[in-house]
T-cell receptor, first 113, second 111 residues
Framework: DTAVSQTPKYLVTQMGNDKSIKCEQN?????MYWYKQDSKKFLKIMFS???????INETVPNRFSPKSPDKAHLNLHINSLELGDSAVYFC????????????FGPGTRLLVL | AQTVTQSQPEMSVQEAETVTLSCTYD???????LFWYKQPPSRQMILVIR??????QNATENRFSVNFQKAAKSFSLKISDSQLGDTAMYFC????????FGTGTRLTIIP
């Protein structure tokens, strides 16, 4: 009965490749997020979707493209991967009626070689 | 710009002791929420406690409590009767839809 799940948990790939990370939540939330945690553990928001609509788009290279097919899913596609993309990517979800508390997935560790 | 400062990069305490982690933030908003998240070695981000900025009463969750000083923009976390399982990185965060995180405090509970 996982609340927020991400696949894969680990991703090792070569520079220049294209990869996707999937996120699903079964909490009935209406808002989903992508965060990036760098090697120094700093967490920064990348995107947020509310009811499949993009509401937050931080300064992120356009090689990163989020897609939300429905309220329960938010995927992250990354084109032309670079060494600096190596990080842990967290998906999160929230519901506006519940103090907007964000619940996080287990993270996807991406290593670009 | 919104910022969160956690001035203690690392802390360690003996098991069963009480420890306080500090957090200060800067914002021009008046309506926001504050959170403490815990990240153990498993990497999972776990919500520890949350506080609505409009509430004066400090939030409490079992052994975890906060000291929220809105005027000073301070939001410290107190862990009472610390346990080995409390060993983790602790992140302070605030905001609404968009959370701004601090740089974290690595807490080690010593047996």
């Amino acid at each position: 009965d996982t609340a927020v799940s991400q696949t894969p948990k680990y991703l090792v790939t070569q520079m220049g490749n294209d990869k996707s990370i999937k996120c699903e939540q079964n909490l009935g939330h209406d808002t989903m997020y992508w965060y990036k945690q760098d090697s120094k553990k700093f967490l920064k928001i990348m995107f947020s979707y509310n009811n499949k609509e993009l509401i937050i788009n931080e300064t992120v290279p356009n090689r990163f493209s989020p897609k939300s097919p429905d309220k329960a899913h938010l995927n992250l596609h990354i084109n032309s991967l670079e060494l600096g993309d190596s990080a842990v990517y967290f998906c999160a979800s929230s519901h506006a009626r519940e103090v907007e508390t964000q619940y996080f997935g287990p993270g996807t560790r991406l290593l670009v070689l | 710009a919104q910022t969160v400062t956690q001035s203690q990069p690392e802390m360690s305490v003996q098991e069963a002791e009480t420890v306080t982690l500090s957090c200060t933030y800067d914002t021009s908003e008046s309506n926001y929420y504050l959170f403490w998240y815990k990240q153990p070695p498993s990497r999972q981000m776990i919500l520890v406690i949350r506080q609505e900025a409009y509430k004066q009463q400090n939030a409490t969750e079992n052994r975890f409590s906060v000291n929220f000083q809105k005027a000073a923009k301070s939001f410290s976390l107190k862990i009472s009767d610390s346990q080995l399982g409390d060993t983790a990185m602790y992140f302070c965060a605030f905001g609404r839809k968009k959370l701004t995180f601090g740089t974290g405090t690595r807490l080690t509970i010593i047996p």
